[in-house]
């Protein structure tokens, strides 16, 4: 478990509020949180479709949140999704990347974590920065 600091823990439990807002049809309940430019945080949840690349994942609907709110750059992002899942809280290479490119700088961190019965299991949290979970993104 890594060390949770209280701006962390804000994260997490507006990302677990957000979760039951998922529209899962074959994955699991993911949600997100970030913390903007505007020291707001702003929610999100995956949302899947049917059709193959339709969906959007709960990282890049709570950053699109922020942008709708007039944020360009975000400081700290939380994800968690269900201890009984067979999902880990871990954005995929797209929002790696979604993440990188919204970044307010290259050590931004991302803080995960699993949840169970409403709450979030503190033992399962870990936190990494962009930089450690996208060595080498695409730049301009």
């Known amino acids: 478990m890594d060390e ?10 507006s990302a677990l509020e957000a979760i039951d807002n998922a529209y899962v049809l ?7 949180a970030v913390l903007a430019e505007d020291d707001k945080i702003y929610v999100g949840c995956n949302v899947e479709s049917w059709v193959s690349g339709l969906g959007i994942c709960a990282e890049r609907c709570a950053i699109n949140h922020a942008v709708l709110h007039g944020n360009r750059k975000i400081k ?3 994800i968690v999704t269900h201890a009984d ?4 809280p871990r954005p995929c290479g797209v929002c790696l990347q979604h993440i990188h490119d919204f970044a307010e700088n290259p050590k931004i961190k991302i803080v995960m974590a699993k949840t169970e019965k409403g709450r979030i299991l503190f033992e399962t949290v870990k936190v990494k920065t962009i930089e450690e ?8």
């Open 26 to 32: 074959w994955g699991c309940k993911i949600g997100a």
């Open 133 to 140: 979970l996208l060595p080498h993104p695409f730049r301009k």
């Open 76 to 78: 700290e992002i939380a």
């Open 85 to 88: 899942s067979q999902c880990e």
């Open 4 to 13: 949770v600091t209280e701006t962390e823990e804000k994260l997490l439990k």
